[in-house]
Nanobody
């Protein structure tokens, strides 16, 4: 079971990025997949999550209206579309899976993450 986050990079404030979380060894269909981020010197926070059992999604307040989580079951991949990026979005972004739900604390299969830097 493995999740690989990719798609990070350097973007100017107000820019857009799309992160990908590709799953291998299991199907995302029956899992909740969460996106998390950790900025330097800060605790890891959950950014968004999609529960693929019912399609429900959640977002942390700071990204609502700017980020969109989605899934492509054919590609077994979850995406995080990030728009109107701000410098405070700078962080390493990770994805992880949860067999129970988005609100459960037991996320697993953490990969190495992908760095997002928002700077002019």
């Amino acid at each position: 079971v493995q999740l690989q986050a990719s798609g990070g990079g350097l973007v100017q404030p107000g820019g857009t990025l799309r992160l990908s979380c590709a799953a291998s060894g299991f199907r995302v269909d029956d899992y909740a997949i969460g996106w998390f981020r950790q900025a330097p010197g800060k605790a890891r926070e959950r950014v968004s999550c999609i529960d693929n059992s019912d399609g429900s999604t959640i977002y942390t307040d700071s990204v609502k209206g700017r980020f969109t989580i989605s899934v492509d079951f054919a590609k077994n991949t979850v995406y995080l579309q990030m728009t109107s990026l701000k410098p405070e979005d700078t962080a390493v972004y990770y994805c992880a899976e949860n067999l129970v739900s988005c609100t459960d604390d037991s996320f697993y299969s953490w990969g190495p993450g992908t760095l997002v830097t928002v700077s002019s």
